[in-house]
């Protein structure tokens, strides 16, 4: 119950694509969704994230949208850039768990130019 | 200025010796944490201490061991090193309050030969 799956394991985009990455949990009491974005040689940066109580969050070409329902949100890369190949985390935290973060299992992403 | 800094980068060494691994973190975050990151990506959380408390130990050798002298540094020593142990070692802090957003370090590439 404490998983956060995530699909897929890695996912090539042309330049000026669409990429999406998708998560799902089973813990309903899990309040807050964040995605990383990890670079060869670097340590995951937070790149954006979401609570439960709105359905979409974007930031310029980055938007999370979250199904609370299904208990899945997934990341969308809007006109995807070589600049953007890494690989992408989702995770899962409750706020009454010192925000222990639970891993998805990453996504390497890699945009064609 | 690095917020979150690691010590060393690289760690190249035999099986069977002890290594340290030092992290600082210059934002004024309570929580810190260590990660274990194998050759597949995966992110998994080795420890975390709150105000120099150890509040999370997942399963981990008893090898490792977490020292944290205060609340800016959290030390990672392990004993008697093998070849399953060669992975990036991140360190992290949260302040809890930001949402639970965690701030890596660069790693430490540790190779037991």
């Known amino acids: 119950q404490q998983q956060v799956k995530q699909s897929p394991q890695s996912l090539i985009v042309q330049k000026g694509g669409i990429s999406i990455i998708n998560c799902a949990y089973e813990?309903?009491?899990?309040?807050?969704f964040p995605w990383y974005q990890q670079f060869p040689g670097k340590g995951p940066a937070l790149l954006i994230a979401?609570?439960?109580d709105v359905s979409e969050k974007k930031e310029g070409r980055f938007t999370i949208s979250f199904n609370k329902s299904a208990k899945q949100f997934s990341l969308h890369i809007m006109d995807s850039q070589p600049g953007d190949s890494a690989t992408y985390f989702c995770?899962?935290?409750?706020?009454?768990?010192?925000?222990?973060?639970?891993w998805g299992a990453g996504t390497k992403l890699i945009i064609k130019p | 200025d690095t917020a979150v800094s690691q010590t060393p980068k690289y760690l190249v060494t035999q099986m069977g010796n002890d290594k340290s691994i030092k992290c600082e973190q210059n934002?004024?975050?309570?929580?810190m944490y260590w990660y274990k990151q194998d050759s597949k990506k995966f992110l998994k959380i080795m420890f975390s201490?709150?105000?120099?408390?150890?509040?999370i130990n997942e399963t981990v050798p008893n090898r490792f061991s977490p020292k944290s002298p205060d609340k800016a540094h959290l030390n990672l020593h392990i004993n008697s090193l093998e070849l399953g142990d060669s992975a990036v070692y991140f360190c992290?802090?949260?302040?809890?309050?930001?949402?639970?957003?965690?701030?890596f370090g660069p790693g430490t590439r540790l190779l037991v030969l």
């Open positions: 992290a802090s949260s302040g809890g309050g930001g949402g639970g957003t965690q701030y």
């Open positions: 934002l004024g975050h309570d929580t």
């Open positions: 201490y709150n105000n120099k408390e150890l509040i």
């Open positions: 813990n309903t009491a899990f309040d807050y």
């Open positions: 979401i609570r439960p």
């Open positions: 995770a899962a935290s409750r706020g009454d768990s010192n925000y222990q973060l639970i």
